[in-house]
């Protein structure tokens, strides 16, 4: 894990996909890209994703809702322009006063650089009611910018020809004050 600093998700004016998959990772079932403060909210199955922020979203329920016992039932939210921060944390505000989710697992949250996965697998929520998630990103670090931990080749060519650079202009300086300086240490 890297240990690069840690700052609030800027999301205002962002764009991201939120993909809705069941019964498995491997079906989308709907899909919606979402300019943050500038787009409006998303409708699917009476669940509103709404209210991007600074560092957090919402995830309205409408009505009373109960999500199937699939593999994977729930949402991808991600980076569809490569203009986000890795991401680096993402959790369920005040679990423990939200007794509506009482099924909810927080393991359900999981995310990489990339991808915030909600699987709400088997979660009841009563309408009316909203899960709000907080999300912290490595500060001013694109995930697609974050380096790679093995220098590529193209790296070491340069640093190579630098340091041949380097050792050609010291072989061929000149000592200050030329010959005079030479023969004075000899004497």
Same mark, same amino acid.
């Given at each position: 894990?890297?240990?690069?600093?840690?700052?609030?998700?800027?999301?205002?004016?962002?764009?991201?996909?939120?993909?809705?998959?069941?019964?498995?990772?491997?079906? /989308?079932?709907?899909?919606?890209?979402? !300019?943050?403060?500038?787009?409006?909210?998303? =409708?699917? %199955? @009476? +669940?509103?994703?709404?209210?991007?922020?600074?560092?957090?979203?919402?995830?309205?329920?409408?009505?009373?809702?109960?999500?199937?016992?699939?593999?994977?039932?729930?949402?991808?939210?991600?980076?569809?322009?490569?203009?986000?921060?890795?991401?680096?944390?993402?959790?369920?505000?005040?679990?423990?006063?939200?007794?509506?989710?009482?099924?909810?697992?927080?393991?359900?949250?999981?995310?990489?650089?990339?991808? /915030?996965?909600?699987?709400?697998?088997? !979660?009841?929520?009563?309408?009316?009611?909203? =899960?709000? %998630? @907080? +999300?912290?990103?490595?500060?001013?670090?694109?995930?697609?910018?974050?380096?790679?931990?093995?220098?590529?080749?193209?790296?070491?060519?340069?640093?190579?020809?630098?340091?041949?650079?380097?050792?050609?202009?010291?072989?061929?300086?000149?000592?200050?004050?030329?010959?005079?300086?030479?023969?004075?240490?000899?004497?």
């Amino acid at each position: 894990m890297s240990c690069l600093p840690v700052q609030a998700a800027t999301l205002i004016g962002k764009t991201v996909k939120v993909e809705f998959y069941s019964p498995n990772l491997n079906w /989308i079932d709907s899909s919606f890209v979402h !300019t943050a403060g500038v787009s409006d909210d998303m =409708l699917l %199955f @009476d +669940i509103l994703v709404s209210r991007f922020t600074e560092g957090s979203f919402v995830l309205d329920a409408l009505s009373a809702i109960n999500f199937l016992s699939a593999e994977f039932n729930g949402f991808r939210i991600f980076d569809s322009n490569n203009e986000l921060n890795a991401f680096t944390s993402v959790t369920l505000s005040g679990l423990s006063t939200h007794p509506y989710i009482a099924t909810f697992d927080p393991e359900r949250i999981t995310f990489d650089a990339d991808n /915030i996965y909600i699987n709400l697998q088997g !979660t009841g929520i009563r309408g009316g009611r909203n =899960l709000i %998630f @907080d +999300i912290e990103t490595a500060a001013g670090v694109v995930a697609s910018e974050i380096p790679a931990a093995v220098p590529e080749p193209a790296t070491w060519a340069m640093m190579l020809a630098g340091f041949g650079l380097i050792g050609s202009a010291m072989r061929s300086r000149v000592p200050a004050g030329g010959c005079a300086a030479h023969s004075a240490t000899m004497a």
